[in-house]
């Protein structure tokens, strides 16, 4: 069935420094790629998407590109901020309609 | 245009109480899920509904757990005798419509925090 893998955590990580998570889906088709960010105590929040292979989302300074050969989705920041402690969930569509998650990254940024 | 609103936002019930979690998805949303958080762990799968109708339900365990989405009013995931290893976050998320190709985000709640004592 489908199913999302994405990096275990956790991770720790200087201030300024670079910041990769991966994830790779596995699916019959090409679905929609998310990631989310939840930061303690409260929901998740979509932090970017890919609708198509080649796409680049991008938004706070993240960005992850849908790669077709590899269905991976890696997600990176060139500097992170403590601001960016939090968990990072990347999803992808099933084929059900529903979302499929990965186990999480939790990211701590130390000053 | 208010958010995924779910409520209560924390609920203590003692082993063997029923627990209603409630779901009101965003205005125009008609597709709402159901994801349980254990501590320190991913999301979880439960439950996907639309109006009336359950979609898929394959995340579900096969007792004491249900889920509804009338015609009008919030989705509930309901528990009953509830134990110990229910206590987790249940999260509500909304969408327009999901699925391969689809590109449609879906809009999550702030959780209700379920403590079984």
């Known amino acids: 069935g489908d199913s999302v893998t994405q990096m275990e955590g956790p991770v720790t990580l200087s201030e300024e420094a670079f910041l990769t998570i991966n994830c790779t889906y596995t699916a019959t088709g090409y679905p929609s790629l998310f990631w989310y960010v939840q930061y303690p105590g409260e929901g998740l929040q979509l932090l970017l998407k890919?609708?198509?292979?080649?796409d680049k989302g991008s938004n706070k300074g993240f960005e992850a590109t849908y790669r077709k050969e590899t269905t991976s989705f890696h997600l990176e920041k060139g500097s992170v901020q403590v601001s960016d402690s939090a968990v990072y969930f990347c999803?992808?569509?099933?084929?059900?309609?529903?979302?499929?998650f990965g186990k999480g990254t939790k990211l701590s940024v130390k000053p | 245009n208010a958010g995924v609103m779910q409520n209560p936002r924390h609920l203590v019930r003692r082993r063997g109480q029923e627990a209603r979690l409630r779901c009101s998805p965003m205005k125009g949303h008609s597709h709402v899920y159901w994801y349980r958080q254990l501590p320190e762990e991913g999301l979880k799968f439960m439950v996907y509904l639309q109006k009336e109708n359950i979609i898929d339900e394959s995340g579900m365990p096969k007792e004491r757990f249900s889920a509804e989405f009338p015609k009008e009013g919030p989705s509930i995931l309901r528990i009953q005798q509830v134990v110990r290893g229910d206590s987790a976050a249940y999260f509500c998320?909304?969408?327009?419509?999901?699925?391969?190709?689809?590109?449609?985000?879906?809009?999550f709640g702030q959780g209700t925090r379920l403590t079984v004592v």
């Open positions: 999803a992808g569509g099933g084929s059900q309609g529903n979302l499929i």
């Open positions: 890919a609708t198509k292979a080649d």
């Open positions: 998320a909304s969408s327009p419509r999901l699925g391969q190709g689809a590109g449609t985000e879906a809009f």
